[in-house]
């Protein structure tokens, strides 16, 4: 048990400070930056100077690239969205070498989907250094989007409404850690806990989600692991770790290999 803690740990220990740096060059819709070491998937946004106390916030970032000689990562920029309002005002300031790259940010918060209470609770209090939102609060926003099947867009809402930046995964005894805006995979830990029950859509004190007549996420999750792996692919197509694991995993998971740009 105790191996288990460490790694646990470990797997939050590695995203627990925001990253701060500055644009070195820029590029249309990529920029870099100089750092001594990132992991690519980490997101976050670019802010822009607008005077000593004040500042905004211009692009969303998403690293897609670091080499480890240079320490230059390479970020994805598109439009930042999550603070829109139409009642104020709206500048015309375009993003600028110079301006400042904060990743990680939300990555002290933390959303579980585990399928049952007990592998549930046992992580999180392995990793109390994380402050944990519980997935009952996710499960009140499928409600409200009427999906019992979670869809990518349900865990866009809640990481907007809740400020989680990690998005963890428990399947097949292991966890896997994911930004929760760009869904890529920042590590895969191994978790060998007893699993005796599964829970759909995975475990929750709410009793029931409600669903949409009809249109994707509204049927019943019918399998836990599948789904999630699924989910997990479409954002990690080019990730060998993940492609290993299900390709040498159940076979009833094989049809997800077709899914990867992966060859082998």
Do not use: C
């Not at 106390?53 to 230059?72: C, G, M, N, R, Y």
């Not at 109390?128 to 009952?136: F, I, K, M, R």
């Not at 792996?229 to 040498?248: H, P, S, W």
Request: charged share 25%; aromatic share 12%.
């Amino acid at each position: 048990m105790k191996y288990i803690l460490i790694l646990l740990w470990l797997a939050v220990a590695l995203f627990a400070d925001t990253v701060k740096s500055p644009i070195v060059t820029l590029n249309e819709n990529t920029a870099t930056i100089n750092i001594e070491k990132i992991d690519i998937g980490m997101s976050g946004f670019v802010v822009h100077a607008l005077a000593e106390t004040h500042s905004s916030i211009l692009k969303s970032a998403v690293v897609k690239s670091f080499d480890a000689d240079t320490k230059i990562a390479t970020l994805e920029l598109s439009d930042f969205g999550k603070l829109e309002n139409d009642a104020l005002p709206k500048g015309t300031w375009k993003v600028a070498v110079g301006d400042t790259v904060i990743l990680a940010f939300g990555y002290t918060r933390g959303l579980l989907i585990a399928p049952s209470e007990e592998i549930y609770y046992r992580v999180t209090k392995a990793t109390e250094q994380l402050q944990w939102v519980h997935p009952d609060i996710f499960a009140t926003i499928l409600s409200f989007n009427g999906h019992p099947t979670p869809l990518k867009e349900d865990f866009d809402d809640f990481s907007d409404s809740t400020a989680v930046g990690l998005v963890f995964f428990y399947l097949d005894k292991k966890l896997f850690t994911l930004d929760a805006q760009s869904f890529e995979i920042l590590n895969i830990s191994e978790a060998p806990l007893a699993q005796e029950s599964v829970l759909l859509p995975f475990y929750t004190r709410v009793p029931e989600i409600q669903a949409d007549w009809w249109g994707e996420g509204s049927d019943e999750l019918e399998a836990y692991e599948p789904h999630y792996y699924e989910l997990m692919v479409n954002y990690n197509k080019g990730n060998k770790k993940l492609f290993d694991i299900v390709k040498n995993g159940d076979e009833t998971f094989h049809f997800l290999l077709k899914k990867f740009d992966i060859k082998g």
